[in-house]
T-cell receptor
């Protein structure tokens, strides 16, 4: 199977600081990765699509200057939450897309990062 | 508008009691339908991708089927460790974004 890792799994920070979350595809190359946010008992909310070597595409309502995404290699995407505030506290999950031929693809998720902003 | 509806919202079964979860969808050209399992506090775990009507896939006690309007996730003789939220998502041919259902919370009682 395909493995996606995320680091850190938990982070607690003070309001106003920045936090970086890493997402790595461990056994396949991913030209496209995705960042999601999930609130308790709710489904996944797509924040942005991260493309290797180009700018990320953000969903409507997601502040690109607050949630900085960098996809510098085929196995690593990072999400930086800048000047974090308590309302940014959430569960952040990344995923990586793997092509399986004939235009088909599968998406594998990381274990998630629990961010708590005090 | 592309849409995914999962039912029921929650399902409680006794251990060994087989059942099915439903995922109904409307999409302008299906590229693929995905099933995931999510445990509390963890990211979704990939289960299956189905690409065309009539396709079936199996993994241990799980079997996923696909028609032109819906997919079923059949659970045979479930065990307590099968308890989780099961998520369904579809992908349209027009783009690669996943459109998610709200999930079905499955609870298997010993």
């Amino acid at each position: 199977g395909a493995v996606v890792s995320q680091h850190p799994s938990r982070v607690i920070c003070k309001s106003g600081t920045s936090v970086k979350i890493e997402c790595r595809s461990l056994d396949f190359q991913a030209t496209t990765m995705f960042w999601y946010r999930q609130f308790p008992k709710q489904s996944l909310m797509l924040m942005a699509t991260s493309n290797e070597g180009s700018k990320a595409t953000y969903e409507q309502g997601v502040e690109k200057d607050k949630f900085l995404i960098n996809h510098a290699s085929l196995t690593l995407s990072t999400l930086t939450v800048t000047s974090a505030h308590p309302e940014d506290s959430s569960f952040y999950i990344c995923s990586a897309r793997r092509y399986v031929g004939r235009g088909n693809n599968e998406q594998f998720f990381g274990p998630g990062t629990r961010l708590t902003v005090l | 508008e592309d849409q995914v509806t999962q039912s029921p919202e929650a399902l409680r079964l006794q251990e060994g009691e087989s059942s099915s979860l439903n995922c109904s969808y409307t999409v302008s050209g299906l590229r693929g339908l995905f099933w995931y399992r999510q445990d509390p506090g963890k990211g979704p775990e990939f289960l299956f991708t189905l690409y065309s009507a009539g396709e079936e896939k199996e993994k241990e006690r799980l079997k996923a089927t696909l028609t032109k309007k819906e997919s079923f996730l059949h659970i045979t003789a479930p065990k307590p460790e099968d308890s989780a939220t099961y998520l369904c998502a579809v992908q349209a041919r027009s783009n690669y974004q996943l459109i998610w259902g709200a999930g079905t919370k499955l609870i298997i009682k010993p």
